[in-house]
């Protein structure tokens, strides 16, 4: 059995605001279940999937983990979130810091906009060395070079030193992942690290991140992604998330191969597959996300399933193990 | 210009004005280069190709509203447009010559949540192209516009809401009805689904096959997302650095790629399969260059894993591999 590095234990993530969605606009705050209940564990040396649709709560699953949930209007309500024995929760801000960046640290969806415009390269790349260890700054420089060149920037000495805006989006994810990687981190977040990118360039920087995951050993990544492909490519084990809890999670061929919640199988049948023949049109799901002002209370993927029983609209279903590490929240499988 | 075809594009070179002087005159950067295809009436065409390879400027070129942007854009070539047996060319017309014709060609945009009037409700914003392109009185437009939201799949309430207030499917869905209200011959939707859900996607493009059916509309699609190209279209151009570098039937070229281009887009896309052994994949070097620096010769050769010496020295010719599918390689 592998070892834990990181262990979720009912994490409740909410935000408060004013309007509850569409119509009329409340008076008090109210707040929306982004993420409820969530548990989960992270191994050494694996690749963790968490895949959904906008809202689904995998973002926000990931940046409570840092603890990096913006409060107010955020706030985590309820969870422990253990790394290597400690509460990361529990943690002052000051603390907490000693842990981002170095042990844990996480590449964004835009890399466009989490560089600092403002800044050269080299300046927020030495930066993350002379705040985490004690570097000067010759010594920040040469290393982050090294860095630059093993993320795969072509003429790294000379690119240091131009802004951001002059890299393409590419290159800029390249200097994101160097700069996550500074301290060799045991575990990665990466939080769509792609989807801004070009497909060509997307499969460039998927080998980058697999090719250092192999360099660095015993690290491990989670992969927040709504792209199934690439679920597929790059993951051992995947989450599926909807309405801000688990539904599904299990191993990357027993997802694709015998996939047990509705949602699920409907996500994987919607989407055009490269290179098979669809006869006329695709299978959809109807209607969209639920409101996390107004999720329903019973099973939130109900209002959309195909197989809807009464039974769903009153009573969440729990996640429950169906065969060895194939765990689903569904009524279908309950009894 | 053949009766069957409906839109002819013949060596479309499109430059703008760039910032930096030459001596006299400014220097140009060709964003399109001798593009050419040809468009039957009811067909569908994919534009591929990563960003900066010019596909939304050959879209906008087709729509007229290059000019509209940059005056000082360049155009040569011809866009042909054959309407009721007579051929008319685009390229170049003015904003008024264009009046006529607009309401035959439509476009869709990505970003439906800026491509949306805010202030108008999603009823307004259907009907609006009919106050100033048909003579129809206001009942009749008011039976049009539920005409058209019934046929986009849009619910009643929708009429009195703001683009904010729908979600981004539904949006969509608006632009979608916006577009047809003029009753246009051609429509075109530039990354019509790239900023939507993956459950909400398969429903917009079910759409767009369903509308292409019954509005009998020639549709030209732009999406990097070679999967969708390949459900929703019968053909495909694949482009690169403002060139068709491959084109043909969808099918054909999807499964036998003949530029080394082609090749790699394809098999960079992740597939959503279990497989127990990694599949071996091209994975190109670098980014696609800037087009104030093509390279010599194939504008692909700093990228291509086959690249030879003659290719830098001259540009590969189109060739015609099996009826209708070509490609520009020396290999």
Known sequence: MKNKILEIKNLSTVFYAKHSGQGKETKELIPGKAVSGVSFDVYEDEVLGIVGESGSGKSVTAYSILNLIPNPPGKIVSGEIIYRGIDLLKLSSEEIRKYRGAEISMIFQEPGTSLNPVMRIEEQMCEVFMSHGKTDRAEALKKSIELLKRAGLPDAEKRIKEYPSSLSGGMQQRVMIAMALAFRPSLLIADEPTTALDVTVQAQILDLMSDIKRENGKSSIIMITHNLGIIAEMCDRVLVMYGGKIQESANVKDLFENPLHPYTSAMIKSIPCFGKKHEGRLNTIPGMVPDIFNLPPGCKFCNRCEFKKDICEKKEPELKEISKEHFVRCHLYEG | ?331
């Open chain 2, 1 to 331: 210009m053949k009766a069957e075809n409906i839109l002819e594009v013949k060596d479309l070179v499109i430059e703008y004005p760039s910032g930096r002087k030459k001596f006299l005159s400014r220097e140009r950067l060709r964003a399109v280069d001798r593009v050419s295809f040809n468009l039957p009436a009811g067909g569908s065409l994919g534009l591929a190709g990563e960003s900066g390879s010019g596909k939304s400027t050959v879209v906008k070129a087709i729509a007229n509203l290059l000019l509209f942007n940059n005056p000082e854009t360049k155009i040569r070539g011809e866009i042909l447009i054959n309407i009721a047996g007579k051929e008319i060319n685009l390229a170049n017309m003015s904003r008024s010559g264009m009046k006529k014709y607009r309401k035959l060609i439509q476009i869709i945009f990505q970003d439906s949540n800026s491509s949306l009037n805010p202030r108008f409700t999603a009823g307004k914003i259907i009907e609006e192209p009919l106050l100033y392109n048909t003579k129809l009185g206001k009942n009749e437009r008011a039976e049009r516009v539920n005409f058209l939201m019934e046929k986009t799949g849009l619910q009643e309430d929708v009429f009195f809401r703001y683009p904010h207030e729908l979600s981004g499917g539904q949006r969509q869905r608006v632009s979608i009805a916006r577009a047809l209200s003029t009753n246009p011959r051609i429509l075109i939707a530039d990354e019509p689904v790239s900023s939507l859900d993956v459950s909400v996607q398969g429903q917009i493009l079910n759409l767009f096959s369903d509308i292409q059916k019954e509005f009998n509309l020639t549709l030209i699609m732009i999406a990097h997302d070679l999967s969708i190209i390949e459900s929703v279209c019968s053909d495909v151009a694949i482009m690169y650095l403002g060139k068709i570098i491959e084109t043909g039937r969808t099918n054909r070229v999807f499964e036998n790629p003949a530029h080394p281009y082609t090749q790699a887009l394809i098999s960079s896309i992740p597939v959503p399969e279990y497989k127990s052994e990694k599949r071996e994949r091209i994975i190109l070097k670098g980014d696609i260059p800037s087009i104030m620096k093509k390279p010599s010769g194939c504008v692909f050769r700093s990228r291509c894993p086959k690249a030879a010496d003659i290719c830098s020295e001259k540009e590969p010719e189109e060739k015609e591999i099996t009826s209708g599918h070509y490609f520009s390689c020396f290999f």
